[in-house]
């Protein structure tokens, strides 16, 4: 449900004072008017001292990084892609959005052929590696409505729009300029949050309201949805992993801050099969608020929160944290390209209240994480 687009500045500036801020879908601002297409210009030397704000994954080998030289406002992204783990890189043309004046972290995705990045506000689409990038419009919605994720199913981009009144799932053609509504894949009420993932094929969409009302749907064609027993407890949202090995995992959380400043519950539940009744897979994990989740296998699982990453290898019976950051962080682009191989990136602050910002990579279903280098 959380994911990149928070105010991370704000949230790990709280966190390095001893303020664990919940963090939630932010309100932005629109920016300024856009052309429908972007033509990029050619292939940059990419520069010393990119920090990555974003990270996405075909494979284990072949993956994107989307940053910019610093957090203010205006600054230029940056996209440089790998085909061999980081190990070397290119520099790709960026989508044009310089950095938001809101501080909402803006981020990019790659699938099916498909890069699709956003700051929260706008939406742009490329496939053919960056040449040309389509201002994808969102119809229908306020100007404080958000973009809280984006997936690509079928050469269809999904997103996930929410406002303070509502949340819905929209879709378009990539490069056709234009997302609409999905029928039926909508929530109306305050506090609307939601999820969608595309994660071992089927695509699924979860959307809630303030904690009391939930709905689910899955579809194998990205275009037919059926409704479905709901993944979560009512009065806990949830955070899905996919489909591994036939199993449908799905984080169920409490709302922020709900057992202490900052702390949620936290509980893996799973379904047999698409459409099948979930259960709680292991006992209820109290820990600084969950922001990220992501399942390598229906066994092998991470949950990004404010502070750590927790990591279980037995289907969230017992965890254990990886990655500390003692003054605050955001996860983000937490996902595994396959069962053993996943990355992140950790944006926070050292103890002199200097940037720090780093890929990691997981060989292991993220037992151990190692720093990946950049240019």
Known sequence: MIKRHIAALTAIVG??????????????????????????????????????????????????????????????????????????????????????????????????????????????????????????????????????????????????????????????????GALRAVKGLSISGSGAYGAVTTVGGPLQADLGNDYVTEKYWYSRDAVHFAAARLPCPVGSYAMLGGVRGGT?????????????????DKRVFTAPKLGGAFKPSGPTLDSANGYDFAAASARDLTIATGFNLYVSVNAGKTWTSRIPQNNGATFAGLAFPSASVGYVVVN????????????YRTANAGRTWRAVPLP
């Open 248 to 264: 449908v995992v799905a984080l169920c959380n409490g709302s922020p801050s709900d057992i202490g400043l900052g702390q949620n």
């Open 348 to 359: 926070t602050y050292n103890n002199q209240l200097k940037e720090v910002d780093t890929l």
């Open 15 to 176: 966190c390095a004072i001893g303020l664990a801020t919940p963090v939630m879908a932010a309100t932005t601002t629109p920016g300024p008017a856009t052309p429908a297409a972007a033509t990029a210009p050619a292939n940059q030397t990419i520069p010393r001292g990119l920090r990555p704000y974003s990270t996405s994954w075909l494979t284990p080998q072949r993956g994107i990084v989307l940053g910019y030289l610093k957090r203010a406002t205006g600054a230029r992204p940056y996209l440089i892609a790998t085909a061999n783990g980081g190990k070397t890189w290119r520099s790709l043309p960026a989508p044009p959005l310089p950095y938001p004046l809101d501080n909402d972290v803006p981020y990019a995705v790659w699938q099916d052929g498909v890069i699709v990045a956003t700051d929260g506000t706008r939406v742009y689409a490329t496939t053919n590696g960056g040449r040309r990038w389509t201002a994808e419009k969102i119809g229908g919605w306020s100007a404080s409505s958000y973009v809280g994720q984006l997936v690509v199913d079928g050469g269809r981009i999904f997103a996930l729009v929410t406002s303070n009144k509502a949340a819905a799932i929209d879709a378009g053609t990539a490069r056709s």
